[in-house]
């Protein structure tokens, strides 16, 4: 049985996955912007079994799943790791939808069906 969200609770929860969000943007950034140079890296340390480079991007990746199973273990969908887009289930009307927030937003006030998506968002 999924958690349901109240928006209230919805936005109580934002105040600890703010923060987590950020972080995976942040570690997302760094990974972007040092592409170029980690491939070298990447290709040389799978002949030779490692690399400092590869060693750090390892490290990112690591803590990007750490980060994304504190989310979910929460009970809320993170459903874009490039817009810091998450969804909580939540009941509206008797149905099962999901109250949406994307990072940069203040608080949760939107809304969509489960089959809509971010495109299908709804003001609250």
């Known amino acids: 049985m999924p958690r349901y969200f109240t928006v209230e609770q919805a936005n109580e929860a ?3 996955l703010k923060p987590l969000v950020q972080e ?22 799978i002949g030779n079994g490692g690399s400092k480079a590869a060693s750090l991007l390892a490290q990112e990746f ?6 994304a199973r504190q989310i979910q273990s929460a009970g809320v969908l993170l459903k874009d790791i490039n ?16 109250l949406c927030w994307r990072h940069g937003e203040e608080r949760v006030e939107f809304w969509h069906d489960l089959d809509a998506g971010y495109a299908g968002r709804q003001k609250l």
Request: no cysteine; charged share 30%.
């Open 83 to 98: 817009l810091g887009l998450l969804d909580f289930p939540a009941l509206r009307d008797g149905r099962e939808v999901y």
């Open 14 to 16: 934002l105040k600890t």
């Open 62 to 67: 690591t803590r990007l799943n750490e980060l």
């Open 24 to 45: 995976m943007l942040a570690i997302r950034q760094s990974i972007l912007e040092r592409q170029p140079e980690n491939w070298p890296a990447l290709q040389k340390a």
